[in-house]
């Protein structure tokens, strides 16, 4: 079992009321906080809400080690239990940065709660998650997400996919496009992260089904771009942003010079330009052992639908890929008669990691510093992922 130990910065509203001991909780993932909510209502005695990270000491980049949060608490805390001494550098803390996620302002997550309120009742909230990417709050029987003005709107892409298959994804009980908010209706059942064979056979083939009919679509949906004909400008562009050696600086210069073959490659399978759930692993997927749906598509891009079974394959045992890629071909085969999905394997073998790789980039870019830590490695090991597959060719 992995810990984290927390140190809560806590405020009523932007006041400083003091530090909280530290305490430990898992699971150790840093986003995760119902646990710290949990603890910090019981000592305090009153509701309180995470706002962000301030600082941690990696163990794993995410996860572990000691984590320093502002933690926004809901009324006045019960005396004696807080350190009040004055902290010196509170100001910077809550000064306003102008890439904040909207949730990691004071107020923030009580705005999501009372939405989510005004549609089903007064019932409470857990705070589950909260990162730079979402904040996730759990309500009896629905979900309340926000995301990142970089990353889609659950409920906005959930409702272009249930329109072809409305067993595929959550309900969607009421969305805010302006705020970036979405309420979504509890997918009973538990996360697929050794998924049985049926779990296979029932998702994988009726998400092709759906990227066929959202091909036709994509010009009108609101979701980033990621296309592989666009990736070599792009790439090139990263290299000098990351912190690589001088030879991997030269081999991907090799890579990029390569890209037009091997993205030529790809289409030659002749599978369509279409949305792409983006994290296509099976913890999103969700089981009662009767109905299977898909969850969390707030990293959905356009792009090319072979990057999701690239990464399926990278979540799943070794013994259970043959299938899921046997799976994977026979949909498009079915649906799209005349491609050839398997071609795409390979060439997306070393596009999936640069697609990454400039995915995790777009994050940075447009998070505050102190949440970039989740992310700051990722682009270079998405690099160095793609130059591994490359391999000898360079």
């Known amino acids: 079992m992995e810990f984290k130990t927390v140190e809560a910065l806590v405020s009523v509203g932007a006041r400083y009321v003091g530090r909280a001991p530290t305490f430990d909780v898992e699971p150790g993932w840093w986003s995760e906080v119902e646990a710290i909510t949990r603890h910090l209502d019981e000592l305090l005695g009153v509701p309180t809400l995470v706002l962000r990270l301030v600082h941690a000491d990696e163990a794993l980049i995410g996860r572990g080690g000691r984590v320093v949060y502002h933690v926004e608490a809901l009324g006045e805390p019960r005396p004696g239990v807080l350190d009040g001494t004055p902290l010196p550098d509170w100001d910077s803390i809550i000064a306003a940065q102008p890439l904040r996620s909207t949730w990691a302002e004071v107020g923030g997550p009580s705005r999501l709660i009372a939405w989510a309120q005004s549609v089903i009742g007064p019932h409470d909230a857990v705070q589950v998650k909260t990162w730079n990417l979402s904040c996730l709050m759990r309500f009896p029987g629905a979900w309340a997400k926000a995301t990142s003005r970089f990353c889609s709107v659950d409920a906005d892409i959930i409702e272009h996919v249930r329109r072809y298959d409305e067993t595929l994804a959550p309900a969607v009980l009421a969305t805010s496009r302006e705020d970036r908010w979405s309420l979504l209706a509890h997918a009973p059942g538990t ?50 942003r990351v912190a690589l050696s001088d030879d991997e600086v030269s081999r991907l210069l090799k890579l990029v010079d390569r890209l037009p073959a091997i993205v030529g490659e790809l289409e030659s399978a002749g599978l369509p330009i279409s949305l792409v759930h983006g994290d296509f692993h099976p913890g999103n997927w969700r089981s009662d052992g009767t109905q299977r749906v898909i969850v969390d598509w707030a990293d959905t891009f356009i792009g090319h639908p072979a990057t999701d079974i690239r990464h399926l394959h990278d979540f799943l045992p070794a013994e259970k890929r043959e299938h899921a890629r046997e799976v994977w071909s026979a949909a498009w085969l079915r649906e799209l008669p005349g491609c050839e999905p398997l071609r795409a394997l390979r060439p997306m073998s070393v596009l999936g990691p640069l697609t990454y790789a400039l995915m995790y980039q777009r994050f940075l870019d447009n998070i505050e510093p102190d949440e970039r830590i989740y992310h700051q490695d990722d682009p270079a090991i998405c690099l160095r992922s793609a130059l591994d597959v490359a391999g000898c060719e360079l």
Do not use: H, T, Y
Not at 195 to 214: C, F, G, K, N, T
């Open 191 to 240: 996360d697929c992260w050794e998924p049985d064979r049926p779990s296979v056979e029932s998702v994988v083939p009726r998400w092709v089904a759906a990227q066929v009919a959202l091909a036709e679509e994509v010009d009108e949906l609101d979701a980033p771009r990621l296309l592989p004909d666009e990736l070599a400008d792009e790439v090139a562009a990263l290299i000098p």
